[in-house]
């Protein structure tokens, strides 16, 4: 697990600088703090770089990036784990392969030479990024693993393409833009994002499951956009009845997830577990434990609040299981005190503290000397987890229940859930006519957000609200779903979807999970998201994931002899931190933030945000007459407030190229 970058220029003469190349990796220090390694190839205009985490095969000089291939055509740097690699090693040993490494990385390269790209990519299996340059194409291949866990960030100047697995990798190149986009901004604000996009004016991601494909022709770069997997549900009239066998769904989940904690067991240094007080982190770690026969080492994170700890919960799987546990108790203090620090890693605005949390947990972790931790992220995108895909199943699933039922559930659902209204559900519904025309309906995961910007336009500055005034966040998110993967597709699935393309990989694979837990140089592993069990969670029909009012059915029963009494029969929890306004220490640290980056002078140095309205926003957060749920939301948009100006502080105002370069000298690492 490491970063990459590099640089492919439209002339073929003109060599990447060396030094930029290694300063882009010392920006990254976090991301690989067990070496560095950087090539150029003379008469391409190519050259790359990478700043190594070392977990498999840790011996420093073999295990180099970037890799060049026997031949000298092919140069490879790799950010991410392949599973199963040992098998396909072995594989193409027997058919004359010769590896110079024990690297799980070398796979790609004598995979590509024998098979090309398209047929490489089906045996790749786990999280990654990668940068594949063909020399007897003159082709640069920028490629990401199925669900966006691993990042990787391009953007054109007037040389040529440059790339990094974080924003601050691309910045740190002198002839890189540093720059809010209008609409950017506008998202930053109201959460969601546009899938493939970044705050910033021209820099782009490569969307999850897709190759980024850059071609010199006759001096000029051309790039495709290529997606090698979606998200496939079948037709809903594909799935089987009510009379179907639940057995076998139940026996399935487990086999497929039995096999993909195990993949993700395989290391060279020792792997712990996240543990939360939810049936995904609980069944990962039950597995791990009766895999490995021995005492795993578990991570768990407890609040100040009894409304949202877990650890009472995680205790108890902890015990049965014998589990190492360790546990980081966080008051109002620990959560705003590292704000500023978490935002220079996610590079984009958090609406809750948990990120915060989770960096801070990281940071734990990498302090008792573990690099890896299995997690349970991507579970409620399988399996229908979030209190949203209740709501969605109860209005536009159950068409065969009386309406006085459907309504019955969901008024249980909005009030076991009412901590979380205003976040992680909507406030009041919300219609986007572009979602609507586009699925049917608009999915309650994104109404929270959506229905955000009536507050968020008001509070950007005159002169960029002039640009967005027009414009439709909500258009513009459904403009990039792929229509041919919700068309006759049940509303379950159809929001599951929406989910995994938005919220997932936008939130809970960003701020939630690599950028935080990188940041302390340390490796998390999803095995929920292990492509091969999550095409077969595809297959399980909608009413055996959400079963009566019980979200995650078969999987509970999957995991039935694994998991506490309690916890089995207990509801979903969403995994929040508690908001600002239920604690005056920590709202006394928001204001202390605000005194710094929402200062008259700061906003308006900044340029981004209207200082009349984001006063006004706090003087109505104060008042009592605001509702809690509307707290709740206001809670967020402080937090998004604060984020795009301590963003403009880390990466438009400070000299990121200068800072880079520091960074390179510090840590010795030279050209």
Partial sequence: MC??????????EQTPDAQTLVNMAAIM?????????????????????????????????????????????????????????????????????????????????????????????KHLRGEFAF?????????LYLVRDRFGIK????????????????????????????????????????????????????????????????????????????????????????????DVDEQTYIDGVRKHLLEAVQHRLTADVPVGCYLSGGIDSCAILGLSAASTQTSVKAFTIGFDSDEYDETPIAQEMAEATGADHHIMRLNADDLYDHFVKTIWHTERTIYNTLGVAKYLMSQQVNQVGYKVVLTGEGSDE??????????????????????????AWQEL????????????????????????TKMGFTPSCVQ???????????????????????????????DTLDETMLKGRHPLDRAQYVWI????????????????????????????????LAEYAFTVPPHLRIKGNKEKYVLREAMKGLLPETLYKREKFAFMAPPAHTDPKKWQAVEKLADQYLSKDAVEEAGLLDFDEVQLTFAKHESDEVSIDEKVQLDAVINHMLGVQIMHHHFVKTDVPVLAAQRAHELGWHA
Wanted: charge should be negative.
């Fill in 29 to 121: 220090h976090h991301r690989g703090p067990d070496g560095f390694g950087y090539e150029t190839l003379d008469n391409t205009g190519i050259g790359f770089s990478h700043a190594r985490l070392s977990i498999i095969d840790l011996n420093e000089e073999r295990a180099r990036q970037p890799f060049l291939s026997a031949d000298g055509n092919l140069l490879l740097a790799h950010n991410g784990e392949f599973y199963d690699f040992k098998r396909i090693r072995a594989d193409l040993t027997a058919q004359g392969a010769r590896f110079r490494t024990k690297s799980d990385s070398e796979i790609v390269m004598h995979l590509y030479q024998r098979e090309g790209l398209e047929e490489t990519l």
């Fill in 413 to 436: 659902l909005e009030k076991n859930n009412k901590l979380f209204k205003g976040a992680m559900l909507a406030r009041e519904d919300y219609v986007s006519p572009a979602f609507n």
């Fill in 3 to 12: 970063g990459i970058a590099g640089i492919f220029n439209q002339r073929a």
């Fill in 382 to 407: 399988l399996f229908a987890g979030y209190p949203a895909f209740r709501k969605d199943m109860f209005l536009h699933g159950l068409d065969h229940l009386p309406d006085s039922e459907r309504k």
């Fill in 501 to 532: 393309k938005t919220m997932l990989e936008g939130q809970i694979l960003t701020w939630g999970g690599d950028r935080v837990d990188m940041a302390n140089s340390m490796e998390a592993r999803p095995a929920f998201l292990d492509h091969h």
């Fill in 448 to 478: 929270p957000w959506l229905s955000v910007s009536s507050v968020a336009l008001p509070l950007i500055a005159p002169h960029r609200r002039h640009e967005v005034e027009n414009y439709d966040p909500g258009k513009a998110i459904a």
């Fill in 151 to 242: 990042p990787l960030y391009y953007t054109q100047t007037d040389d040529g393409v440059v790339f990094g697995s974080e924003l601050k990798v691309l910045f740190a190149h002198p002839s890189v833009e540093r720059k809010f986009s209008s609409e950017g901004l506008y998202h930053q604000l109201i959460q969601v994002m546009v899938p493939g996009s970044t705050a910033f004016e021209g820099v782009r991601q490569v969307a999850p499951g897709h190759v980024i494909k850059i071609q010199r022709k006759n001096g000029q770069l051309e790039l495709t956009d290529h997606k090698y997997w979606d998200v496939d549900f079948p037709q809903e009239s594909e799935y089987p009845g009510d």
């Fill in 131 to 139: 940068s594949l340059y063909d020399q007897n194409e003159d082709s």
